[in-house]
């Protein structure tokens, strides 16, 4: 029967400015997914990792959107899949969104095809809805399209993917996990209009930055003033990290996602790897274990490696 590899990249949603509706895709780290397809109308899944992620279909992320897919195709087929995650669940740099991405186009590959990416995001957002309660496309856009994206609207889903400079991406993850429920559930649900004005100035303005490859407006655009205040105490050193990142050079940054990771954006490699030593030293001063990542933007999204 077909089976396809694919590596489904991490992601960094919300790009501090743009809760919900923007998001880019990383090099490292990434899940490696296969898939293979079957005549019985079932999904049955393998984990390849130490994990432990529920193996029942209806209760998996990748499993909801194989589900999703086949039902939509009258059950005419099944799925096998074997995943091996490399990017820890809850660590805010787009876990279930790689699974749910990469279970999308790997299904799609499969299947010659047939889909376009706007209805892939449509069947992996099936698995974000799972994994966080509400259907957000922030990670599963650029998982799919690559590069950043802005996910205008998802009812009507209408994404548009935007240009970028070449950015360095380094991200620190403390061993601590937040699960996108809760920091979605601490939130307040009314903001006030004068920080409603100035937030969406800095997504116009970061939106603007990436497209006329302005690195200074990238970098006084990266400011959030309704999410992080919030979430930022779920982060042990949060303030410290960006602060010492900022002074060592980097262009901005701020909560991966829902956290705890923290991502700075840096112009060249050697800014991003002094930011990488500086997040290092934040989190041996405070004594919780961490995981630094220097990488940088990936163009192309979830990836077809092996296939036959
Ligand atoms: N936009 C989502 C949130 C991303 O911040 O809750 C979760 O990774």
Redesign the pocket.
Known sequence: MKRVIVKCPGTV??LVCG??VLGLALQEPADILELQLIDEPVVRITNRDAYNLPTEPEKNVAGVVLLSIMQHCNNAFGFEVAIEKRIKPGS?I?SSAASAAGAAVAANYLLNNQFTKEELVQFAMNGEKLA?GVK?A??IAPGIYGGVTLIRSIYPLDIISIDAPSLFVTVVHPQIEVR?SD??QILKQQVQLKDAIRQWGNVAGLVAGFMKGDYELIGRSLEDVIIEPVRSILIPGFDAVKKDCIDAGALGGGIS??GPSIFMLSKDAVTANKVAAVMQNVYQQIGIDHHVYVTAINKSGVTVVEEG
Do not use: E, I, M, V
């Open positions: 949603a919300n809760f919900d805010g787009g966080s957000h922030d990670n996108t920091a979605r996602g829902s």
